[in-house]
C-alpha cells in the first residue's frame, strides 16, 4: 500500500479560492448578444469568488444580497451581471464537482491503483468537509440542476472502483455505490461525549476508512486522537 501513511497528500485547491475561470465563462456566455466589457467580466468574476467563498461557509441557501455585498458590488450589479442566483450557485458548484471529477480522472492514470484511490479520497472527503454548499449539494439537498456533473462524478468512482478492484487492492465484497457513503461517513462534528476533535479528525476516520477497504495491513492512523475534557484528564492522571 503506497503513499498514504498520512492518508494522501491534498489534492484539491483553496475551496473559497480555485480556479474559477470556468464559471466565470459559464455565466458570460449567457449573454449571448454582445461581448461583456472588461469591468462586467471583472464584476462576474468577483461574484463567483464571493458565491465560491459564501457556499463553502454558509451553504446553498446564501442570498445573492450575501454574495453582492462580500463582492462589494450592489444587488443591482448583481442582476445586471448574472441571470440568477440559482445560476450563480449552479456554476460555482458545477466547477466544484468538476474539481472531484478531474482528481477522480488523475488518480486513474495513477499506476498504483490504490494509490490513486486514497488520492481520490482524500480530496472527496476534504472538499465536503471544508464547503458547506458542496456537502449540501453532494448530498442531493439542494434544488440546483447538478444532475449532470454528479453523473460524471459517480461514473469516475465506479470507474476507480473497479479499477482497485480488478488489481486486488480492494476488497471485493464492497460495490462501488457503497463508497461515496463510506467516504461521507468520515465526517464528523466537533464535539461528541464530551471528546473534542481537531480540525484534521476527518484524516484519522478515513484512514480506518480505507484500511477497511483494502487488501493489505493497515498503516498508521495520522494525527492525534480527540481531546477529552481538562478535568478528566487530570482525574486520570490521578489515577
Same mark, same amino acid.
Given at each position: 500500500?503506497?503513499?498514504v501513511?498520512?492518508?494522501?497528500?491534498?489534492?484539491m485547491g483553496?475551496t473559497?479560492?480555485?480556479d474559477?475561470?470556468?464559471a466565470?465563462e459559464?455565466?458570460l456566455?449567457?449573454?449571448?448578444?454582445?461581448?461583456?466589457?472588461a469591468d462586467a !467580466? *471583472?464584476n462576474?468574476r @468577483?461574484?463567483?469568488v464571493?458565491?465560491?467563498?459564501?457556499v463553502?461557509? =454558509? #451553504?446553498v441557501e %446564501? +442570498? &445573492?444580497?450575501?454574495?453582492?455585498?462580500?463582492a462589494g458590488?450592489?444587488?443591482g450589479?448583481?442582476? !445586471? *451581471?448574472?441571470?440568477? @442566483?440559482?445560476?450563480?450557485l449552479?456554476?460555482?458548484?458545477?466547477?466544484t =464537482? #468538476?474539481?472531484? %471529477? +478531474? &482528481?477522480?480522472?488523475?488518480?486513474a492514470d495513477?499506476p498504483?491503483?490504490w494509490?490513486?484511490?486514497?488520492?481520490?479520497?482524500?480530496?472527496?472527503?476534504?472538499?465536503?468537509?471544508?464547503?458547506c454548499g458542496i456537502?449540501e449539494?453532494l448530498?442531493?439537498?439542494?434544488r440546483?440542476?447538478?444532475?449532470?456533473?454528479l453523473?460524471?462524478?459517480?461514473e469516475?468512482?465506479r470507474?476507480?472502483?473497479?479499477?482497485?478492484?480488478?488489481?486486488?487492492?480492494?476488497?471485493q465484497?464492497?460495490?462501488?455505490?457503497?463508497?461515496?457513503?463510506l467516504?461521507a461517513s468520515?465526517?464528523t462534528?466537533?464535539?461528541?461525549?464530551g471528546?473534542r476533535?481537531?480540525?484534521?479528525?476527518?484524516r484519522?476516520?478515513?484512514?480506518?476508512?480505507?484500511?477497511?477497504?483494502?487488501t493489505?495491513?493497515?498503516?498508521p492512523l495520522p494525527?492525534?486522537?480527540?481531546?477529552?475534557p481538562?478535568?478528566?484528564?487530570?482525574?486520570?492522571?490521578a489515577?
Open positions: 500500500m503506497s503513499g501513511g498520512g492518508v494522501a497528500s491534498d489534492t483553496d473559497a479560492g480555485g474559477v475561470d470556468s466565470v459559464r455565466l456566455a449567457a449573454d449571448l448578444e454582445r461581448r461583456p466589457r !467580466r *471583472r462576474v @468577483r461574484l463567483v464571493a458565491a465560491r467563498a459564501a463553502a461557509e =454558509i #451553504g %446564501v +442570498t &445573492a444580497h450575501e454574495i453582492a455585498r462580500r458590488v450592489g444587488i450589479t448583481f442582476y !445586471r *451581471r448574472l441571470p440568477s @442566483r440559482e445560476a450563480l449552479e456554476a460555482v458548484l458545477a466547477d =464537482i #468538476g474539481e472531484l %471529477v +478531474t &482528481a477522480a480522472s488523475r488518480a495513477d498504483d491503483p494509490h490513486g484511490f486514497c488520492e481520490f479520497a482524500v480530496a472527496f472527503v476534504r472538499l465536503r468537509s471544508a464547503s456537502n449539494a448530498g442531493g439537498q439542494c440546483l440542476a447538478l444532475d449532470a456533473p453523473a460524471e462524478l459517480r469516475q468512482v470507474l476507480l472502483v473497479g479499477r482497485a478492484q480488478s488489481a486486488g487492492v480492494m476488497r465484497d464492497v460495490a462501488w455505490q457503497d463508497v461515496p457513503f467516504l468520515v465526517m462534528g466537533e464535539r461528541t461525549i471528546l476533535a481537531d480540525a484534521e479528525q476527518w484519522r476516520n478515513l484512514r480506518v476508512v480505507l484500511d477497511g477497504l483494502a493489505t495491513g493497515p498503516v494525527g492525534s486522537p480527540p481531546e477529552e481538562a478535568g478528566v484528564q487530570a482525574a486520570t492522571a489515577e
